[in-house]
């Protein structure tokens, strides 16, 4: 067993969740300028509570898109379980349209400005390794979630 599977045996019974309930992987985040364990901080003091990802990354990997409801272990940069999120709700976007009020729960940027030129080099970056190219209209996948254990 591993200490991730440990960790949600742990968080079931804990919150007195039933055993069937199932665990949808574990999330470590990483941002341009932020170390993952500065993001996990972030989490941790409620100041993180959503993050995009490219809608590409999902054809690519032929992965079906997160639901509302879905469960993650977050993990600290050495895959040590830190907090489980629950997702409240994911919505599809383009880049252009992202808010400042969107960019702001990633609790990383002081401005739309600064979120779109590092989100831009990110997914520039991204799309040169995966292959798909940035655009204005790119779509992100923005999830907006919630700490439901530590």
């Known amino acids: 067993m591993?200490?991730?599977?440990e960790y949600w045996i742990k968080f079931l019974k804990d919150t007195g969740r039933s055993?069937?309930?199932?665990?949808?992987?574990?999330?470590?985040?990483?941002?341009y300028g932020f170390v993952g364990d500065e993001l996990v901080s972030l989490i941790l003091?409620?100041?993180k509570t959503a993050f995009f990802s490219s809608f590409p990354s999902?054809?690519?990997?032929?992965?079906?898109?997160?639901l509302s409801g879905e469960l993650y272990i977050v993990v600290d940069?050495?895959?040590?379980?830190?907090?489980?999120?629950?997702?409240?709700?994911?919505?599809?976007?383009?880049f252009r349209e992202v808010t400042w009020g969107m960019a702001?729960?990633?609790?990383?940027?002081?401005?739309?400005?600064q979120w779109r030129?590092?989100?831009k080099e990110y997914l520039e970056d991204e799309g040169a390794v995966l292959g798909f190219e940035f655009s204005p209209d790119i779509?992100?996948?923005?999830?907006?979630?919630?700490?439901?254990?530590r």
């Open 2 to 5: 591993t200490q991730l599977d």
């Open 139 to 149: 779509k992100l996948v923005f999830q907006v979630f919630h700490v439901v254990y």
């Open 77 to 94: 940069r050495s895959n040590n379980p830190v907090c489980v999120i629950e997702i409240d709700n994911v919505s599809l976007i383009t």
């Open 117 to 119: 030129e590092k989100h």
């Open 104 to 113: 702001q729960k990633e609790g990383e940027d002081e401005n739309l400005d």
């Open 19 to 31: 055993e069937d309930e199932k665990c949808s992987g574990d999330l470590c985040f990483d941002a």
């Open 58 to 66: 999902f054809e690519i990997d032929m992965e079906p898109l997160p």
């Open 45 to 47: 003091a409620g100041k």
